[in-house]
């Protein structure tokens, strides 16, 4: 085990050099209390990393994809990374990994984790940043503009490996979780902030693939936030076969009556699925939501529990 610690009583001060110092794997690296104002990236499988504590071991930076670069060009969304994994057989617990760059409104995208692999598993953790906090690569097969991927997996083959997040609090407002990996959210609070817009909030944006059996799957998970009431969505679709199902999720009157968002994309009320199944609170209004909205049978949950979901096998995404 490599520890690190701010006060020099680890083997390293800075987390990027104690993952740099890795000579094989698997490897744990413990990280004490402190605040680490540096951007990390680790590409090896088999790599844990361990806080002392969430609250108190922060991950911090501020890179925004408006940002204008050495060379003239602005960043973008996937070079504006806090944290970066793009490995399998991750572990991440007890940490926060925070974009402190500010609202989408003032910087653009602000990516605080861009996780990217296959059995990836972050617990008890949380995920600060304002617009697309939380990337679950990869990406979709084609950007809409020219330049729209530039990063660090722009040119990978599109694999949608399956994740974990367990026991995460996880904040932002614009399509704060979004991308085309299986992920399965257990016992997790996603928190929408409110910028004092007529819709202040996406939860989420999936980009799944059509030939992808599962996207996303909310579990006993908290929708919360400091918004007005009904100014939220739970989802619209990056692409149009964007998946999410909503299983025994608290929902807060924060949430739209109608609760999910086409994005102007009719096409895909024949192509995403959007399904809920049990959920409560003010925010759960079954009889408003569209048509192409599921409400889901017991027997038709029982196809999204975590053992089925991230057991699915594993395909490259089809063209």
């Not at 605080?112 to 296959?118: F, S």
Request: aromatic fraction near 14%; charge should be negative.
């Amino acid at each position: 085990m490599i520890t690190v610690a701010k006060d020099s009583t680890g083997d390293f001060t800075s987390i990027q050099a104690a993952v740099d110092s890795i000579k094989s794997t698997p490897e744990i690296i413990y990280i004490k209390n402190g605040i680490y104002n540096e951007r990390v990236e680790i590409r090896l499988d088999n790599v844990t990393l361990k806080g002392e504590s969430a609250k108190d071991t922060i991950i911090t930076n501020n890179y925004y994809a408006r940002m204008i670069m050495d060379d003239g060009i602005k960043r973008g969304t996937f070079r504006s990374y806090t944290f970066f994994v793009n490995a399998n057989h991750f572990r991440a617990s007890d940490i926060t990994f925070e974009n402190s760059s500010g609202f989408g409104l003032d910087v653009g995208q602000a990516v605080a984790v861009y996780a990217e692999g296959d059995d990836i598993h972050f617990k008890n953790c949380r995920m600060l940043g304002h617009q697309d906090t939380l990337f679950t690569g990869p990406l979709p097969l084609k950007e809409k503009e020219p330049g729209g991927f530039t990063g660090p997996t722009e040119f990978a083959k599109r694999i949608p490996g399956r994740q974990l997040y367990e026991d995460c609090y996880i904040c932002g407002e614009i399509d704060f979780i979004f991308g085309s990996a299986t992920a399965y959210f257990k016992n997790c609070e996603l928190y929408a902030l409110n910028r004092n817009q007529k819709i202040n909030s996406y939860y989420t944006a999936p980009s799944t693939y059509s030939n992808q059996k599962y996207g996303y799957v909310f579990d006993h998970c908290r929708l919360t936030g400091n918004c007005p009431d009904r100014t939220v969505m739970l989802s619209r679709p990056w692409r149009i076969y964007a998946k999410a199902v909503f299983l025994n999720c608290e929902m807060s009157g924060q949430i739209t009556e109608t609760g999910f968002s086409d994005w102007n994309k009719e096409e895909s009320h024949d192509t995403c699925y959007y399904a809920e199944y049990n959920c409560h609170g003010e925010g759960y209004v079954p009889q408003k939501r569209p048509p192409y909205v599921h409400q889901l049978t017991e027997a038709e949950a029982e196809e999204y529990t975590m053992e089925k979901v991230l057991n699915a096998p594993v395909y490259p995404a089809e063209p």
